[in-house]
């Protein structure tokens, strides 16, 4: 299952907003924008309200029809990706 212990938490440099298709994270610091598809903004949203990983690879499964090792596997992912370009802390 996902390998993520605590929700991640935007670094105080970055700020997000919703669009039609997904959502975009900016970061201040480097005035650099990232754009997050549907699914991707599913789990951003999901985890920074205080969903587990758990509770977000069962939100994927339900709304993709993706398998759930799939689905804890892009958990994991994004939030790693997200922690490595330094716009969350986990």
């Known amino acids: 299952?996902?390998?993520?212990?605590?929700?991640?938490?935007?670094?105080?440099?970055?700020?997000?907003?919703?669009?039609?298709?997904?959502?975009?994270?900016?970061?201040?610091?480097?005035?650099?924008?990232?754009?997050?598809?549907?699914?991707?903004a599913l789990i951003l949203r999901a985890l920074l309200a205080g969903s587990t990983p758990a509770d977000v690879t069962r939100n994927l499964v339900e709304a993709y029809e993706v398998s759930e090792e799939r689905a804890a596997a892009d958990v994991d992912a994004l939030t790693a990706e997200l922690a490595c370009m330094g716009l969350v802390v986990v």
């Open 1 to 40: 299952m996902s390998k993520v212990r605590k929700a991640p938490r935007l670094r105080r440099h970055v700020s997000v907003s919703d669009v039609e298709d997904g959502m975009v994270l900016l970061d201040e610091r480097k005035g650099r924008y990232f754009k997050l598809n549907p699914s991707g």
